[in-house]
């Protein structure tokens, strides 16, 4: 009887497979599910065609070998120091196979209170699952990524730390591969890394991205980059169809999970920031003077006319704060808002805001 290797067991054992909406995990989870079924040809054979299909997927060729060695007799130390596979291949296996219960269980991603219209999506980066989730407007989950992070992994503090930030962002613009070096892959979409909170909070660093992979892979380990979001060429091209201007992206270690939709269409919650908002002599009133600069509290006052559009709001780290995000119509001119709100003790108020 064939032994299963212990690579492919580790990832049986820690749960069931499940197929996510990328071109390769159907078949790698097929070729791995026919082994451990015993068949063991065919699902060699399946691996062997998904490798050939994407010679620059090491993930593949390196399962492939893995299991052409144990079907031959070798035997792997466990620590992985002699096998083919890497703790960090085996590492990028898991994420891309392992039980999903975001998926299975339908859940939402709880940082988010209220998505208004002016958001066609809402990206969702869990870094302890390595997987980057994509919810429509009415937060439906629609399609979800393997992704690779920072080398040094989570938290980013400083500039340099090699880490990947936690927070909402928001996408600045799309940049094409051909403008970029290679590492960048075939497309990169800049994320507004420091916000107005990161500077607060005193931290530094630039150049944040949600990228592609250089030509030579398929995909990175899952932690590989310098800080940013780094996806396979192939899913950047499915992902582009939901990001446009300003698309949110939340980035958690985890992100906070609920199963009670419910919690994020709090019209009471609402009612209350459009109350806050109801004219700009109000917001300049609310702001905290002991953290807002004292440019924002000197900003000119203007007739507000009452419409608070497009209304979104979405927790931020650890719930100190929440982002507030609106367009604001004054006479015939639409303004985009994005407010910056902290919970005080004197209540909620408004620690950065701007316009565009």
């Not at 451990?36 to 050939?52: F, M, S, T, Y």
């Not at 936690?166 to 890394?193: C, Q, V």
Request: hydrophobic share 40%.
């Amino acid at each position: 009887m064939f032994k299963i290797s212990f690579f492919v067991l580790l990832v049986v054992a820690n749960g069931a497979v499940v197929v996510a909406n990328t071109l390769v995990e159907d078949p790698l989870k097929k070729g791995i599910s026919a082994v451990v079924a015993q068949n063991v040809d065919q699902g060699i054979n399946q691996i062997d065609e998904l490798a050939k299909k994407y010679p620059n997927f090491k993930l593949a060729q390196y399962v492939k070998a893995d299991l052409l060695s144990y079907r031959s007799g070798f035997h792997f130390n466990k620590n992985f120091k002699n096998n083919f596979i890497s703790s960090a291949v085996y590492g990028e296996l898991e994420a891309r196979l392992k039980d999903d219960d975001v998926v299975k269980q339908n859940l939402y991603p709880s940082e988010v209170v209220y998505l208004g219209q002016q958001y066609a999506h809402v990206l969702v980066a869990d870094i302890s699952r390595s997987r980057l989730y994509v919810y429509d407007n009415k937060l439906t989950l629609v399609n979800s990524f393997y992704m690779s992070i920072g080398r040094a992994g989570a938290g980013k503090q400083k500039k340099n730390d090699g880490k990947t930030p936690l927070g909402t962002y928001f996408i600045d613009k799309r940049i094409d591969g051909e403008l970029l070096p290679d590492k960048y892959g075939d497309a990169a979409y800049p994320l507004n890394y420091p916000n107005a909170w990161d500077k607060i909070k005193g931290k530094t660093g630039h150049g944040i991205w949600l990228h592609g992979t250089a030509k030579a892979s398929y995909s990175r380990v899952p932690n590989a980059t310098e800080g940013c979001i780094s996806l396979a060429n192939d899913d950047l091209k499915v992902i582009e169809q939901y990001i446009s201007q300003n698309t949110p992206i939340i980035i958690g270690n985890p992100v906070k999970w609920s199963s009670n939709r419910v919690a994020f269409n709090n019209a009471a919650f609402i009612k209350e920031f459009k109350v806050l908002n109801k004219d700009i002599n109000k917001s300049v009133e609310n702001h905290d003077p002991k953290i807002i600069p004292a440019a924002i509290a000197a900003v000119k006052k203007e007739v507000f006319n009452d419409q608070l559009n497009n209304l979104s709001l979405i927790n931020g780290p650890e719930n100190e704060m929440i982002i507030a995000t609106f367009l604001e119509q004054l006479e015939d001119k639409v303004t985009r808002v994005e407010q910056y709100w902290k919970n005080t003790e004197k209540g909620w108020a408004v620690v950065s805001e701007s316009r565009i």
